[in-house]
């Protein structure tokens, strides 16, 4: 009898607690209206910026605005479009493929995920009209790529969110198994094989951006290197491969969703930012927009499809869009703290709130994914 009433007392108590718990997440929890406002306002300022899509992008030289950067951004610009359709940001992107011809960076058929990553919005273009053009280049170069035996080359984490995405894409669309059958051999070369054995290290839930940051190379502080934005990338291709629902191996891409986002928890900072260095909170230590977003919409996105639990990770992905909209967006729609491009922690630094970062557009794309997410989580 004093078992079963001890037992009834725990359960009140737990009952209680989670009540408690979601009280507080749900006031905490920003209304649709205000994750729309605070996305427009990002977009409309980039948008403002580059009133043609087709203009190059000129920096330390001449890149076509297809090039990864861009391409990120688009993305996100979909995800927005899908979260509020407004005609002039589907015309934008519209224009934007047409500018390229439909085509790979720099207009040739390549095996560089980089070049290929525009082929995730013309293949999502595609998708809601289905013009010929808008597939005709990215498959081509796919199917190349899968016409020979070579898996390697992936040999870069960013690389897995510039192209599993589309070969998730391709398979979708086509229904034909062989692009599903690429993706994961190509996938898994990188995460057991790429640089002895693999980018993913199983005991930390974590990746090293490429083989030359495998141990024996160390952080400051004694600890693997882990970059934020480089697991933010992975964090992303698991999502943009899920959504895809993939026809194989998906078992797969949800293990690495949810064994990510536990490690990921557990080094969030206490202002919803993650810092550069996941793993060496002092090696450039500060709030870092890019990986945050990455994270917020990846663990927003597992929430959302039932791949992560509510209760252990909607205060986490709460604090992380906290952060982005209190202290990286301004007021005019610019995001701070967003690192420049590079490869690690200590690239393009410094990293801070007035910092203009030498591109913006991929950590806008990121953002825009965030927020399309925390939007559907929203009152």
């Given at each position: 009898m004093k078992?079963?009433?001890?037992?009834?007392?725990?359960?009140v108590f737990l009952?209680?607690?989670?009540l408690?718990?979601?009280?507080?997440?749900?006031?905490?929890?920003p209304?649709?209206t205000?994750?729309?406002e605070?996305?427009?306002?990002?977009?409309d300022?980039?948008?403002?910026k580059?009133p043609d899509?087709?203009?190059d992008?000129?920096?330390d030289?001449?890149?076509?605005?297809?090039?990864?950067t861009?391409?990120?951004y688009?993305?996100?610009l979909?995800?927005l479009?899908?979260?509020e359709?407004d005609q002039?940001?589907l015309?934008?992107a519209?224009?934007?493929?047409?500018?390229?011809?439909?085509?790979?960076?720099?207009?040739?058929?390549?095996?560089?995920?980089?070049?290929?990553?525009?082929g995730?919005?013309?293949?999502d273009?595609?998708?809601m009209?289905?013009?010929?053009?808008?597939?005709?280049?990215?498959r081509?170069a796919?199917d190349?790529?899968?016409?020979?035996d070579?898996?390697d080359?992936?040999?870069?984490?960013d690389?897995?969110?510039m192209?599993?995405?589309?070969f998730?894409?391709l398979?979708?669309i086509t229904?034909?198994?062989?692009?599903w059958?690429?993706?994961?051999?190509m996938y898994?070369?990188?995460?057991?094989?790429?640089?002895g054995?693999g980018?993913?290290?199983p005991?930390?839930?974590l990746?090293?951006?490429d083989?030359?940051?495998?141990?024996?190379?160390?952080?400051p502080?004694?600890?693997?290197?882990?970059?934020?934005?480089?697991?933010?990338w992975?964090i992303?291709?698991?999502?943009r491969?899920?959504?895809?629902?993939?026809?194989k191996?998906?078992?797969?891409?949800?293990?690495m969703?949810?064994?990510?986002?536990k490690?990921l928890v557990?080094?969030?900072?206490?202002d919803?930012?993650w810092?550069?260095?996941?793993?060496?909170?002092?090696?450039f230590g500060?709030?870092?927009a890019?990986?945050?977003a990455?994270?917020?919409?990846?663990m927003?996105?597992?929430?959302n499809?039932?791949?992560?639990?509510?209760g252990?990770?909607l205060?986490?992905v709460?604090?992380?869009?906290?952060?982005?909209?209190?202290?990286s967006?301004?007021?005019?729609?610019?995001?701070?703290?967003?690192?420049?491009?590079?490869k690690?922690?200590?690239?393009?630094?410094?990293?801070?709130y007035?910092?203009?970062?030498?591109f913006?557009?991929?950590?806008?794309?990121a953002f825009?994914?965030?927020?399309s997410?925390?939007?559907?989580?929203a009152?």
């Open positions: 078992h079963s009433e001890q037992t009834k007392k725990l359960r009952l209680l607690f989670m408690s718990f979601f009280s507080y997440a749900q006031q905490k929890i209304a649709k205000d994750v729309l605070k996305m427009v306002l990002a977009n300022y980039y948008m403002n580059w899509p087709g203009t992008i000129v920096k030289k001449v890149r076509p605005s297809n090039i990864w861009r391409a990120t688009y993305e996100g979909m995800a479009y899908q979260t359709p002039k940001l015309d934008y519209i224009n934007w493929g047409k500018s390229h011809d439909w085509e790979l960076a720099y207009k040739k058929i390549s095996r560089d995920g980089d070049n290929m990553c525009c995730q919005t013309y293949l273009l595609y998708k009209d289905p013009q010929p053009e808008r597939m005709k280049a990215i081509e796919v190349q790529m899968i016409a020979t070579k898996i080359d992936w040999w870069w984490i690389a897995l969110q192209a599993m995405p589309v998730a894409r398979g979708a229904g034909e198994e062989k692009y059958d690429r993706l994961y051999e898994m070369y990188t995460k057991t094989e790429q640089g054995n980018l993913y290290n005991k930390d839930q990746w090293w951006r083989a030359s940051f495998v141990p024996p190379y160390k952080e502080n004694g600890e693997d290197c882990y970059w934020s934005r480089g697991n933010g992975v992303a291709a698991m999502v491969v899920l959504e895809q629902n993939p026809q191996h998906k078992e797969e891409y949800a293990k969703l949810k064994s990510m986002s490690a557990k080094v969030q900072r206490e919803g930012f810092n550069v260095s996941l793993h060496d909170p002092t090696h500060g709030p870092e890019s990986g945050t990455f994270f917020v919409y990846g927003a996105w597992g929430i499809h039932g791949y992560l639990k509510k252990k990770y205060e986490p709460l604090k992380g869009w906290k952060a982005l909209c209190e202290k967006l301004h007021i005019n729609g610019f995001l701070g703290y967003m690192q420049g491009t590079g690690e922690p200590a690239s393009s630094q410094p990293v801070g007035d910092v203009v970062p030498n913006e557009d991929y950590g806008l794309g825009l994914l965030a927020g997410e925390v939007y559907k989580l009152q």
